[in-house]
């Protein structure tokens, strides 16, 4: 009984396993996102509580998304061993479950805002097919000869004494239950050869789906950055202070934080890639491809990004140079007025291949500063995840109302008309980026000796400019950090400040005041809706 249950939880996993491996390997012939996994995984994304989604950028960061899949894999593997123990007895009835859960895989992938076609259904239902067949040719393996006929019995598996008298078949029908009445080997070699079959099925869609990015490397490969019509400003030999633990100045693309909703880094080519600009106000609706971008007069600037996800101390900022076109001047080619010279539309929505929708105030992107398209990354094409081949930078808001992403549609539009994706769920229609400071060395908890400490850090209120840092050791005086030199109001500046350092347990407060004359509030609040405000403080021994 309790072995036909195990044996059949075996079937279900495997039966699983060639279910997703199948899917795999259909995806790479439809589209890699429409695994059931990233199609699952998205819609859960989009459909996660936004306080459980902001923990979860909080806890795991980058590896948000590595820990959803895994989360989705322990489920189905848990469901896969119950249909499968269930398909011990009831083999039709396991089956169908699996067959269930092909049709959940599918409807949410031809659910998923970037799907445009019912055909992403197809490895989802595909997968549930094999699966489910597998499972029902497994779990009859395990019922093969459950009520045998005398005649099939093997000799062998008769008791024979030592003297090689065959006993009489016992007629007892609980002996008979408790019997291994199963085909052992036809099981066993189905088993394998499934497992095995999968694994390769599996290997095989994954180096093609693989292969599919081929075209969008080959692509990004190809960009040779034109000079700039408008270079950066040489950053002043100042702004990058030589203190060990520091920011650096510059965030190498490696080290730059990503945050987005995309399970697969969208592979864009940037050879078929085209942006459409239409809406409100558009008096010549554009269509532009990436080559001619490149031939557009660009400008490079150096800003520093800032997700509004990021608690106080946290690490989702980082400043690049960014190589582009000026948004506001295609927009005005295409005939769009911001709404303080009477434009209609107060709101730009850019839309990524991805189906994520972002909103940003035509008046900011107009009103003179640097808004761009960027089409390239601290001297290199925009890596694939941080949204090959083109996306949008804005200085001074948050990313999740200015940075798209992968973006190839700009609809101008209103607030009252539109609610991109991030207000849907909680967040802010507009969101300016609030004055921060961040204490990077010492880290919490470090054990410095007494002497002179050095207390370094970033501080950043893009398009504002910072003007002031300041510390305050325990509940001391506030007192004035020495400032790196500042590069320009759109990017962030490196603080340091050389503390006496007495022994004991110290608590170390920064804040900043911003070129406005604000300082940074001391009131905190959480990053919903429109970006965390506190002061960061860390706790030291001295020794
Ligand atoms: N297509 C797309 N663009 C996106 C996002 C996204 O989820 N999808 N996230 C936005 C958010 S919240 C931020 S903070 C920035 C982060 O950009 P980065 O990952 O390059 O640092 O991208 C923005 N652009
Ligand atoms: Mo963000």
Redesign the pocket.
Known sequence: MWRLAGLGALSGLLAGYSALATAELVSAAVRPESSPVIAVGGAAIDRTPTPVKDWAIREFGTDDKLVLQLGILAVLTLLALVLGALAARYRSIGSAGVLLFGVVGGVAATNRPDSTSVMDALPSVVGAVVGAGLLYWLAGRLRARRHPEPAEEPMTEEPVTEEGIRLAPVANPAHDHERPGWDRRGFIVAATAAAAASTGIGLLGRSLNGARGQNAIASRNQVTLPAPASAAAPVPKGAALRIKDVSPFMTPNQD???????LVV?RVDATSWRLRIHGKGVTRETTVSFAELLRMPLIERNIT?????NEVGGP?V?NARWIGVRLADLLAQCGVKPPSKGGPADQLVAR???G?T?GTPVEDVMDGRDAMLALGMNGEPLPF???FPV??VVPGL???V??????QDIELTTFDDYDP??VKRDWARKAPIKTQSRIDTPKSFARPTTGTVMVAGVAWAQHRGIDRVELRVDDGPWQQADLAAEDTRDTWRQWSFPWKATSGGHTLTVRATDRTGETQTRKRTGTVPDGASGWHSVVVTVD
Do not use: N
């Open positions: 730059f934080y990503r945050v987005d909703t995309a969208p990004l800032a997700c509004v996800s989702y980082g990524s291949v991805d994520m972002i995840a941080h949204g996306r949008m948050y990313g999740f200015s940075a798209c992403k992968w973006i994706y991030w």
